[in-house]
């Protein structure tokens, strides 16, 4: 299932970001934590009026996936 995140998904996003052959991709600073992802995706704008998007893919219940679109202003 492709949704978007809920705070709960916060440690697994963080496994997935932080994975050794994930992180050199990424145009984020290394080293987050568990709560600024929470923070995070409590704080993402969503609605018809953003061009914003994060999504998480789960599969049997467990966040196995990640991806976002966020254009540049």
Known sequence: MIRRP????????????NDPDVL????QLPYAT??????????????PTTADLFVVAERD???VGNAGCHPLQ
């Open 61 to 63: 219940g467990k966040v």
């Open 6 to 17: 809920r705070p709960d998904d916060a440690a697994a996003i963080l496994a997935t970001m």
């Open 24 to 27: 050199p991709g990424l145009l």
């Open 34 to 47: 568990e709560a600024m992802w929470r923070k995070r995706i409590e704080e993402m704008p969503v609605g």
